[in-house]
Every structure is written in structure tokens, then in C-alpha cells.
């Protein structure tokens, strides 16, 4: 059923993408790489469905970006999101929601 599959991944990539900027400032290839890695493949973002989340999570006032420039002149600067207050109350929140539907749905699913 690969639409439910992606309707559910859907669901929850603004949570992981905010949880990942709260561990620490990240860079956009850098969170595509990890949550590859992390979820051993199961996540494959393309840049084309991050940055509309991360410009959401923006918009939100939850994150912030600034950029480094390298030391070497000749590199792209690069532009890391890092979690603001508001983010992180708001990631306490969706957490919580999300802890709640999971456990609900699985105890539905444990008894029928």
C-alpha cells in the first residue's frame, strides 16, 4: 500500500525535521543524509520535499536559519536551521500528540 506509506510519512516529516534541527543546528543535505541513515533507507528525501517543510517550519517562527561561509572563498556559503523557543514548545506539543495517537492506535490494533 504505498499510498497509505506516503500519506504517513507525510504525517510525521515536519516532526522528525523539527526534531532533528533541536539536536543541533543542521544544514539541509545534512538532515536528508542522516535521516537516510538513521531510518536505514526507509526515509529518502529529496531536496524538493525538505526545503518546503523547512520554509513551513520558518513561517512557523518554529526554526531560524543563518549561514557560514567556509574558510575556503571559494564554497558556497552554507545556510543551517537551528530550533527556536517557539519551536521547541511546539515540538513538546506535536510529540505529545503524536505519543498519543500511536499509543491509541496501538492499543486499537491490540485488541481487535
Do not use: H
Not at 506509506?5 to 542522516?34: A, C, H, P, T
Not at 537516510?36 to 512557523?60: A, C, F, M, N, V
Not at 515540538?91 to 505519543?99: A, K, M
Request: glycine share 6%; charged share 30%.
Amino acid at each position: 500500500m504505498p499510498e497509505l506509506d506516503n500519506q504517513l510519512k507525510k504525517g510525521v516529516l515536519s516532526i522528525i525535521v523539527l526534531k532533528f534541527i533541536s539536536n543541533k543546528d543542521r544544514y539541509g543535505y545534512e538532515i536528508i543524509q542522516e535521516l537516510d541513515q538513521i531510518s536505514r533507507g526507509y526515509y529518502k528525501l529529496k531536496e524538493g520535499t525538505l526545503y518546503p517543510i523547512l520554509y513551513r517550519l520558518e513561517d512557523s517562527g518554529w526554526i531560524e536559519n543563518y549561514r557560514v561561509v567556509s574558510e575556503d572563498d571559494k564554497k558556497v556559503p552554507r545556510k543551517y536551521y537551528r530550533i527556536t523557543e517557539k519551536g521547541k514548545e511546539a515540538l513538546n506539543e506535536q510529540l505529545e500528540t503524536w505519543r498519543n495517537f500511536n499509543n491509541t492506535t496501538n492499543s486499537i490494533f491490540n485488541k481487535i
